[in-house]
């Protein structure tokens, strides 16, 4: 018989993304509606460990939909990969009487919610990263909200480039993923686009070389877009301006592309989201994440997700070369 669902909770687990707001939001308030009790816990899979727990209700997320960043709060907990950190952390859900959790983060959390859900806590994940770095979803809350700030600063950019004739090179957030780049090289229309999934070593030269023929061709400025997993954006422009004479000033973008109002889309996306794991916890499901895939929502085994690899899409990378 499927364990019966009283009390779900809800924490927000890694780096923080426009739109967790409006999950959590959902989730609550769904929850509330098919009569559920409603805990959250403060600080992610960390809090979850200090008892960092406390009673929502429908006026806990007042005023949250239009709010970057996470009122939760988040928190990276390195100790959470212990089996025996996770045993603590599922005989505290028990003790506060929590039968479920959603769990609103990336492929990380999601990894930290399958081990509850062995032990018998009922999990559902959300997929909440500005990196749009989680496999088995074409979407994830806060990239559509980043990628439109990182394209409006870099227009800012462009603006005094090519008024002083020079060469940027503008370091966009992504780690491990190059999303952020690709989707800003391409919305920006810059003329060359460094990815961590597609780097290699004459990239450099190649940057050089495309700046020398556009100068013969007589364009006089160059934005390269740069993904932080690339990084060394100074050192790059210092080797570049030597080797072309074009003067060139790098910019880091940092963490203002994780912060503010979410877009639109990062708004109504995060909503149906966190409505739909309530919903399946409610059916008695669990070890499942939420994802949109081939334009529909929907939901997979979080073991089968996590076993999932995500590519740069073919067709998008050709644009990056070809449309230059
Ligand atoms: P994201 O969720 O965005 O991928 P992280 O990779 O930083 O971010 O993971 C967030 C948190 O999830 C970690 O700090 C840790 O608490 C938890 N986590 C990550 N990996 C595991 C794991 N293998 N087992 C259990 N929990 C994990
Ligand atoms: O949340 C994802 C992300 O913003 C990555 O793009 C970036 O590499 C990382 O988090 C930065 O983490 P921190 O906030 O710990 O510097």
């Not at 816990?41 to 806990?60: K, Q, V």
């Not at 994440?289 to 073991?303: K, P, S």
Request: overall charge neutral; hydrophobic content about 35%.
């Amino acid at each position: 018989m499927a364990k019966e669902i009283n009390t779900i909770a809800v924490l927000t687990s890694g780096g923080d993304a426009p739109g967790m707001n409006a999950a959590t939001r959902a989730v609550v308030r769904e929850a509330l509606y098919r009569g559920k009790k409603v805990k959250g816990i403060r600080r992610g899979y960390a809090g979850l460990l200090n008892e960092e727990i406390f009673d929502m209700d429908a006026s806990s997320v007042s005023d949250t939909i239009s709010r970057g960043g996470t009122i939760l709060q988040t928190a990276r907990c390195v100790e959470f990969v212990d089996p025996k950190v996770q045993e603590k952390g599922a005989e505290i859900c028990r003790k506060h009487g929590i039968d479920a959790i959603v769990v609103i983060g990336g492929d990380g959390s999601f990894k930290g919610a399958q081990k509850l859900a062995r032990l018998g806590i009922n999990t559902v994940g959300v997929p909440g990263t500005i990196d749009l770095d989680i496999a088995c979803t074409d979407y994830t809350i806060g990239f559509d909200t980043a990628v439109n700030t990182a394209m409006e600063a870099i227009d800012k950019i462009r603006d005094t480039s090519t008024s002083h004739e020079r060469c940027s090179i503008i370091e966009v957030m992504g780690r491990h993923a190059g999303y952020i780049a690709l989707w800003c090289g391409i919305a920006n229309g810059a003329e060359d686009i460094l990815l961590p999934e597609k780097y290699d070593e004459d990239q450099e030269m190649k940057i050089i070389e495309h700046i020398k023929m556009n100068k013969r061709k007589g364009k006089q400025h160059h934005i390269v877009v740069n993904a932080e997993g690339i990084g060394h954006s100074q050192e790059m422009a210092k080797r570049i301006e030597e080797a072309t004479g074009m003067e060139t000033r790098a910019s880091i973008l940092g963490h203002m592309q994780r912060g503010g109002v979410p877009t639109c889309k990062d708004r109504v996306y995060a909503t149906t989201m966190g409505s739909m794991a309530v919903k399946l916890l409610c059916e008695g499901k669990s070890n499942r994440v939420i994802a949109h895939r081939n334009g529909e929502f929907c939901d997979l085994d979080i073991d089968e997700a996590l076993a999932m690899k995500k590519t740069i899409p073919d067709y998008m990378y050709y644009i990056t070369n070809s449309l230059v």
